[in-house]
Each structure stands twice: as structure tokens, then as C-alpha cells.
């Protein structure tokens, strides 16, 4: 991967550049964070010319490496105010290495009114009328891509939610079925639909396989790690058996499961929506229980939910997901859930914040608690087609809780915070508060050492340990985040001593360096270090790394506890 | 005593989802396992009351202990 595709949306050129030194050694998130860092004005609108639209495999991602497709894209984001960083599986990131292209940089934006399908292949991108497309959703936009080339096309794309700059929007990125993974947090499809962009479509038939610098080792490499993923038993049995929608029962059992808007730990319908429940009706249905999100994956976490005659309802159905609609808006079928979820992947919303929001929505009064069907037609009728309760909703939890008075609003900078309760969950609670990303719990994944046991335990109701927990998670993230690896290499990581160290030599021999664990460690703090200065110089301060009050006043049961850091406590996160 | 057990993920295959069962007095995290046919090493997370337990906890008349395989997610 050794050149860099400048795309200006204003002049519609695409310059291709070489990859400049300072950027050599980094991929994924790390590339996407250093070059809005270094480029994006931090002051300038989320969605004006100033700011950038940044694509990013990681290091690993287009080698036979396992689990290393995974694409990162970066901008200052509409609804934190802040650096984002989202990634994704699907094809995009081992087309675009395929072709070479260690990043794409958006830049500036066109008329208003101008809809444009970027087509991005070995020579460029050449950028094409899209007016015809304007208005459809996700899934049309796919079959319209695929009827104009091939299924074997990579698209990108964004509903009318993301063409309408709404803060939840996602970029949607067709997987191998056809179907949608996505950039989901942070308002990218904003972002995207901002610069004029309704699609992109990747051809890589004349792009050319990776190369690795030392052949043998890697393969050696790569073996001791893919090993090291089928012989963990999370990695190797607990996901691809029930995808991460395991954790439905496990938080419900400790009491850190968010129920109705916040309100209660524990849930009494659990096991309906539970990873064990549906893996049962998956696979009394016949749907799949194993699935990847992109070629390369040999976890397969993900799934494919049916209804009763096996017609497709979803698949990427995520704990974080089944979460906020089952459990947080009190939904019990799980078949709604389901079609919500779906939902949210045709118009292109994040389904975490989509959940997060009705949650408080309910609080609202704007839906009845548990009304599976009205949520549904909130997604396709009013945030799917931007009315103004769709804006007032689209735009994200924290809009809700603005348009309708409330307190109980879980967001940090903006962002909803999703699945895990932070006053019975304390390291998690840090990672919410401290990351620069706005309430992500993949940021530094404390649940990991609090609740599964995984990595050692750390009681997950006393405050001490955790916040060290949470930083050199954070870092160790930064840095798998920048690789093209998906998030859950971390549990084998954490358990099996040979997994790091291979992982580091698959980079070493994929580029003929010699990085050890301290290079390592050193990007992680470096990467989350720009990021933070970035957020810095577009406003933000300490405060910001705070949780909302209402965790300070709120006990939640069954534990009864509440958020209880200090201010300066919180602030020893960033002390390296 | 008795002691409501709950089952989780692959431990609930051929057995139960959860069932109030005897157990001798002073009985540990550890004989329940060993009593539903689970090796120790298979035990991912034990919990009683929603506080994490160990092997040799000693469980008491009219607890509810949740057990799990390693599971992971997120
Ligand atoms: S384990 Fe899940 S998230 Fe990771 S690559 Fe596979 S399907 Fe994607």
C-alpha cells in the first residue's frame, strides 16, 4: 500500500500522491487520526469544506493475516465536536488494499445539490452524476450499484438520513452477502452526505495482492495467531456460537445491564432477548448462526436472523444492538428487534445511538415503552425520511433529551452511551468518560477484565485499578486499532502470551521492520495523545471527560451504586 | 439447603436453565460444578447475588448462584 488518493469534491480531482514519511508506520486508526490531526482545522464545521473525510486500512489488512479486514475512517465529527474514528468490516478495506491505496482524503465539497458516486479503481476516481440516486435508501442503493457493475463491486453508501447531515447517520458498507456493515458512530454518513457524496464504488479487479517482505515468517506468524483465535474459548466457541448477544445474561446476572432508559441493572425479561435465545431461534429457523463480516474472518461472530419461512430480517444483529432496543426501550421480541435493526441498516443510522435514542425517546413520551412496531416506523417513516421529528430524533440521543427537557441522557460528548451500566461497571465507566471519541465502549473494553474475567478480574464495584485498567486498554486499542484487526483478537491477547508477540511479527514481516511491544505500547499512547490534542484545540477540556450527573444522583439497582469518581480520579487516566 | 442454580451459554446443553436444587451444608462454588458434571477449568464466571464468587466460595441456604463458560463479546 504506497499511495495516497487526494479526492477534492469541489474541483472533482483526484490526485494520486506518494505516502509521505510521517505516515509510513501507520494504518487503520492511526493514519485516519494523524491526518485529520495534521489537516482538518480543529475549529472548522463538522459539516464544512474545511473538514475531511478520511478512509484507512489497517497494517495487516489485504495480507492472509486472520481477522484483519477491518477499515477505518476518520473526520471531525458532527456529533461529538470532536476527532472520530469508526471502522467497519465488509469489502472495502481489502479492495482498497488490493489497490494500493493506503488512505483516500476527502476534501472540500461540492455545490449544494450536487449527488455524486465516487468510482475509485486502479487509475483513480473518476466521479459520476448521482442524482438518480438521491433519496433511496441503503439496500436499493446497493442493488442499483450492483446492477450497474457487478455484485463483485464495492459500495459505500449513505441513506437519506446521512444525504439530510442527520448526527446519527452512518456510512454503509456492503459485506460479501450483499448486505450491510458499518462506520457507525460519530455522524459519518453526515459527514459524507455533507461533501456531496451518496456513494462510492470500489473496483480492485486490476489491483494486485499485497506484498509481504519476509514470506516465511509471516506464515509462521500467522499461524500461531489464528491458532491462538480458535483455541481461546471466547474467540474459538463462545462467539460463533452466540455472537457477542451472549453478553445479554452475563451483565443482567452482575447487574450492569441498562434497563428502560437507564433506570435498573437488571432486566426481567433477559432471557428473551438473549444470545442463547436467539441462537435457538436462529437455528430452529434455519438462519445462521456463524457469519463473518468479511472475507478473512474465522471467528464469525456475526449471524443471519430469519423469520419462520427463513426470509432474511438481518444479520450484524449486535449485542450493543439487541441491548438498547430489547432491554434499554423494553421491546421483547425479539423479531422486532430484528426488523428495527434492519431498519437502521437501510436508511443508515448508527444502531447503537438509533437504540440509545429511542430509549430516551420513550422517556419522551414520544413512543410507549416496549412498542417494538411504533419504533419501527419512527426508523423508516420519520428519521428514514427526515421530517422534523425524524431531525429532532435523527440527530441523536442528546438531541432528544434537548428537545424535550429531560436529565436521565446518556451521552459523553455527545455520543450515546451504550450497553453497560458505569455505575456497576466502574472501568468501563473511565473508558466512557475519558475517551476521545465521546462515550465508546470498544475504546478501551474494561468489560472484558470487570465482568468476563478475561485478562485477569478486577471487581467491577470498587474504584481501585481501574482506572489503569481502562488506560492501558485504551492504548493497547489505539494501537490493534491501527492493524485492520477486529476488536475481539483482544480476549486471545489478553489470555494467550503468543498472541501479541505474533501479531507484532506479521507487521515486521509484513513491512521487513522490527517493531518489539514497546513500539507497540508507544503508538497506542501517541495515537491517543493527537487525538486528545485535537479535541483540545476544537474546545474541549477536562470537563468533557465527565459523565452526566445523573449517574452522580441516580443509585442503580440491584446494586444500588452510584457514579462516584472525582474529577481529579478521572483525570489520572491521561497521566502517561 | 437449597440453592437456586442458573446455567448459561453451553452449560445449559443437556441440562437446565436454571433449578432450585440440595446441596450439603457448607457446599463451595466448586461441588456445584462438580455435582452438575462441569470441569473447574471450564468455568468462565461464577456469580452469586450479582457479586463475582471463586471455586471455594462457600454458598449458603436460598442463594441464587449464575454460572458461565469463558464468554466474551462486545
Ligand atoms: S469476529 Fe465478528 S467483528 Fe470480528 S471480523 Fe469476525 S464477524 Fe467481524
Known sequence: MNRIFRVNMKDLTCKIEEVPEAWAGHGGRGLTSTIVAAEVPPTCHPLGPNNKLVFAPGLLTGTPAAQSGRMSCGAKSPLTGGIKESNSGGTSAQQFAKLGIKAMIIEDKPEAGKWYELHINNDGVTFHDASALKGLQNFDVIDAMNAKYSTKIGVCTIGIPGEERLMSANISVKDSDQKIRSHGRGGMGAVMGSKGIKVMTIDDSAGKRVEIADKDKFRAAAKVFAKAMLDHPVTGEGLPIYGTNVLINILNEAGGLPTKNFLYGQCDHHDKVSGETMHDVIASRGGSTKHGCHAGCIIQCSQVYVDENKEYITSGFEYETVWGLGINCMIESLDDCARIDNAMDNIGIDSIEGAVLLGVAMEAGVLPWGDGKEALRLMNEEIGKATPLGRILGNGTKSVGDAYGLTRVPVVKGQGIPAYDPRSVKGIGITYATSTMGADHTAGYSIATNILQVGGHIDPLVKEGQVELSRNLSIATAAVDSTGMCIFIAFPALDIPECLPALIDMINARYGITLDGDDVVGLGKSILKTEKAFNEAAGMNNAHDRLPEFFELEPIPPHNVVWDFTPEEIDEFWNF | ?74
Open chain 2, 1 to 74: 439447603m437449597k440453592i437456586t442454580v442458573k446455567l448459561f451459554a453451553i452449560f445449559r446443553n443437556d441440562r437446565f436453565k436454571i433449578e432450585d436444587r440440595e446441596f450439603p451444608n457448607e457446599s463451595t462454588v466448586g461441588d456445584v460444578l462438580t455435582s452438575l458434571g462441569i470441569d473447574h477449568p471450564e468455568l468462565g464466571v461464577a456469580l452469586v447475588n450479582a457479586r463475582h464468587v471463586t471455586l471455594a466460595t462457600v454458598v449458603t441456604d436460598g442463594q441464587t448462584l449464575s454460572l458461565f463458560p469463558k464468554v466474551g463479546g462486545g
